[in-house]
């Protein structure tokens, strides 16, 4: 099974915050040694706000830094982006280009994020086996966790 | 996949012979530095989350048995949702199939026939919603019940 992960901006945001969630996931994920991705549109998405950049620079040098993970989007993962939100009626542009980046990586990749709700119409018409995890959607973990405030 | 495209850089390492012998049995001759450059990649980003998991277990202590279990749940069932919402289209596709003829109709033309179609059979009410032309998310409304998607 591919051991490839797709973070969105809900997801990156919650690597941000050491959420303990997300601590768990890259747990399993290092210890099955699985890759995690990040589309740049995603940093379109969240870099800006100089009050919250370090903390987004600080998640992905976490995750090996810019030349480790994040992947470009070129024209032809563009195009697939094209393709999947025509198929699925969605004008989800960002999501749609998360969906053709995660097509990029081959089937059985999975695509963390805080909102299931979108992706999956749009995963649903991938060219290959994509899987979503949210998770926001876990029950809250026991003991506090997260950067103090 | 395209990752970020950094300046190459030539080196000189020493690796054992039969290590390289398997490389280039695998990838070619000429495919070895890539081979090289992404194992070095992924190790270079394994080490990072093995230093990150370390840094969050000494400020916020280890992840408690529930929370690894919940997210190995997640992880595990990653498929099983957007599995079930595409044999759904597909089963419904294969359902109304449009002919030829009907694929050259403009979709909405293929909503009104295939809600026509289904409200006779069904005897209730339903909406329709064509994601493509082969491909229908069908609401099935129930009077006392009132939206059940299928």
New interface residues.
Partial sequence: MNGDYILDAGALGMLAEDNIQMRAMLLKISGRGGHVFVPAVVLAECLGDARHDPSYYRALKDIGGLDECVIDLGAEIARRAGSILKHSRSRETIDGLIVAAAESLGSETRIVTGDRVHLERLVTAAAVRLGVLELNALSKPPLKSGRPK | ??????KKARATVTLDEELVGRVKRRVGARGVSAYLNNAL??E???E??????ER?ER???P??Q???D???R??DE??D???R??SR?KSLSALVKPTATQKRRPLQDIERRTKAALEKALGTQVAV????DT?LVVNIIEPTKGHRTA
């Avoid at chain 2, 996949?1 to 950094?6: D, H, I, K």
């Avoid at chain 2, 919603?129 to 493509?132: F, G, T």
């Fill in positions: 996949m395209t990752l970020r495209q950094p990649r992924s270079l980003q394994h990072a989350m093995r230093e990150y998991l969050t400020e916020y202590g992840i408690p529930q929370v690894l919940e997210v190995q997640a992880i990653g498929f949702r957007v599995d919402l595409r289209h919603d064509a994601v493509s491909t």
